[in-house]
């Protein structure tokens, strides 16, 4: 299936905040909810250990993807763990409700922050979930350069590969956003208007879903960027999908080597 990048409403600069907090908001429960990134959690925690950080430098962040779920389990051999939230359009209600919940371990950057040329003084295991399809191949390859120029191992996790599979299972996501809205917090008359009378949300998470997976890069077309990167010999790669119990994901793992 060819890559196709189509436009998601959640990158229009023009799309009104309170549908893209919603989205963010509602990926944030789902992953949480569901443990999705349980699979991944070795691979996390080699690139924490092997970038000699226990600070992880979330880019792309949303709402904060599955990261409450994800730093439960590292904590258990990470005591010391800390996890920066970051985003270009930044989700300051979610980044606050989330470090609420585990003060001693998130902290967000309240200003825009961009994944192609993240702050020097941002160090730390640079990770993305369910991001990185957003981008353009120039632009997603020039995330990993930037980590590869700034010395600071990266990851990037995507829920979702590019297939009739994946595509045939978020054809029930508008059911799944009727479902779960009432345990999506704050739960505002908006939201609440925009799901079950004028079902937007629902309509607009089902086409930034598919969309999603036909924007999803494969294992080979990264292996492919890999390759097209300058002083890639500085880095120890790792491209595959992990299993899961809910579900599979597509990992890239880039580390410095000692």
């Not at 160090?123 to 353009?136: D, N």
């Amino acid at each position: 299936m060819k890559r196709i990048h189509a436009i998601e409403f959640g990158d229009l600069t023009w799309f009104p905040k309170i549908f893209r907090d919603f989205g963010t908001n509602y990926i944030q429960l789902a992953a949480n909810t569901f443990d999705l990134y349980k699979c991944v959690v070795p691979i996390i925690k080699k690139g924490i250990e092997r970038s000699a950080n226990n600070t992880i430098v979330d880019i792309a962040s949303g709402g904060g993807g599955g990261l409450v779920k994800i730093a439960r389990h590292l904590k258990e051999s990470i005591p010391y763990l800390k996890v920066i939230l970051s985003d270009y359009y930044p989700n300051i209600e979610a980044f606050k409700r989330t470090k609420a919940l585990r003060p001693d371990v998130f902290e967000y950057i309240a200003e825009p922050v961009n994944a192609m040329d993240v702050p020097k003084y941002l160090k730390g295991f640079r990770t993305q979930f369910a991001s990185l399809h957003h981008f353009r191949p120039k632009d997603a390859k020039a995330i990993l350069q930037n980590a590869i120029d700034s010395n600071q191992a990266i990851g990037i996790f995507e829920p979702q590969q590019r297939d009739i599979k994946n595509l045939a299972r978020l054809l029930f996501s508008p059911i799944a956003v009727l479902l779960m809205t009432p345990f999506i917090k704050p739960l505002t008359v908006s939201q609440v208007l925009f799901t079950y009378l004028i079902p937007v949300l629902p309509l607009v998470t089902l086409w930034d879903g598919l969309i999603s997976v036909l924007r999803t890069y494969t294992v080979t077309e990264l292996k492919e960027m890999v390759f097209e990167l300058r002083n890639k010999d500085r880095f120890d790669w790792e491209v595959g999908i992990a299993k899961g119990k809910q579900n599979d994901i597509l990992y890239l793992l880039g580390t410095p080597k000692k």
